[in-house]
């Protein structure tokens, strides 16, 4: 790989998809991953501004106390494009000065990667040098979703305003042209995916060398 230069990847995937396990399985193989959800959590318990701007756009019925209440504030913007648009553009440019915080921070890993439903789309799109989409079946997404505690209805709601895979593979194309793309296929055992996330994985370290 060039020294000096980071190579950073995108993981991405809808609801229930599976990229939580990608993503220990890669820190198994020695990856850095960096979890945008993680991020976002942080901020909306720490950042001040950030409450207050989510208070000032969405109301006081979207906090518990001082706190944002994530499940309140979730269940509001997802059953809205247009609120979850508005989140959006209160929270990304947070969330790109976190994120390019971090990938400063020297790492003894081959290869970074950023999770996140909107990796593409998000603030730090013009980073990826390449991008890992995990898939699978609706069904097994919603069942995934359920198991994790989520009302049906509520991972309905989300699933149908979220980005299906296709689009999401030409927007990266049309993002960033030429960069590889591999689509990790998570519809049989966990044996399965992980020999997926290991071809994958060695095949994105010989393209980015």
Do not use: C
């Not at 993680?38 to 950042?47: K, M, S, T, Y």
């Amino acid at each position: 790989m060039n020294a000096g230069h980071v190579h950073v990847v995108g993981l991405t995937g809808n609801l229930g998809a599976g990229k939580s396990t990608v993503a220990w399985l890669l820190r198994e193989l020695g990856a850095r991953v960096i979890d945008a959800d993680v991020i976002v959590r942080g901020l909306l318990a720490d950042d001040a501004e950030l409450q207050a701007a989510i208070r000032a756009r969405f109301g006081p019925t979207v906090f518990a106390g001082p706190q944002v209440d994530r499940a309140a504030l979730a269940a509001r913007v997802f059953a809205s494009a247009s609120e979850l648009a508005t989140l959006e553009r209160i929270v990304y440019p947070r969330l790109a000065r976190e994120t390019a915080r971090l990938l400063e921070t020297p790492a003894d890993a081959p290869l970074t990667f950023l999770e996140a439903i909107k990796v593409v789309e998000g603030p730090n799109g013009d980073r990826l040098d390449a991008l890992w989409v995990v898939e699978s079946d609706p069904a097994s997404q919603l069942q995934r979703a359920v198991a994790r505690g989520m009302r049906l209805a509520d991972a309905e709601a989300r699933l149908a305003v979220q980005t299906g895979v296709d689009a999401k593979v030409t927007a990266f194309a049309r993002r960033r042209p030429g960069r590889p793309v591999w689509r990790i296929a998570n519809r049989g055992t966990l044996a399965d995916l992980r020999d997926a996330v290991r071809t994958a994985w060695e095949a994105t370290r010989a393209a980015l060398r």
